[in-house]
């Protein structure tokens, strides 16, 4: 009949081994190749450490061979990069290609859809960190396709022989031919040349409408220009924030992040 000493010993034994340092040996578990429906080319996987309750987090060593790369794919939590090898590339949805090289580490917002891999001239390794949620820690969706892992370069925006085209002509040239004239000649051309508001606080009074009205696309183009026209970042930040309480909270907040992405650009 166990005494209640051998029952607190044994208690004590157990807390005792899920106390215990554990060390996992290298190459404890050899690279095993990536599934195929979760990714493109040669990809290879060193499984190094599970989550361990009540940790959530793992890691493993991910090599990709030139060319080869992840699916599209989210992490509930998120996931962190390390560079251990070689040069490749990170992309999210919507976003710019972003080269990665040895040393360099990436962090990947949770449930922000993205690849990563090799460059298409180089082969590229990293160490890969995520935590589980609800027993996952990868939402896996479609392949990257070749033209989204290398997009042809673009085409230059004029030649010798070709005369430069208006923004508006690149952006609505071929749809709308007379919008494009009428936004070169009466708008740019006549409305925003007059002297009688200085161009930049025509840029303050067209960011603020453009912001009230929650117009994203049009917003990016005039936040820069407001820029060229003597606004300052901290000028455009402040008008965001005083227009959140006069055009609404989700306004101002797109607004903010289309301002994040004028503000990286030089
Ligand atoms: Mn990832």
Redesign the pocket.
Known sequence: MKTLTTLMTAALATLASAQDITVIRANAEPAKPAPAENFTGTVRVERLFGAAEPARISGGLVHFETGAR?NW?T?PLG?TLFVTAGVGRIQHWGGPIQEIRKGDIVR?PPNVK?W?GASPDAAMSHLAFSEQLDGTSVQWMEKVTDAQFDPPAPAPASTATAPARSRAQQLVGDVAPKLAELTDGVLFGDVWARPQLARRDRSLAVVSALIAMNRPDQLRSHLALARQNGVTEEELSEVITHLAFYAGWPSAMSAAGVAKEVFQKP
Do not use: G, K, V
């Open positions: 992840t794919h992490h996931q990947i993205h990563h």
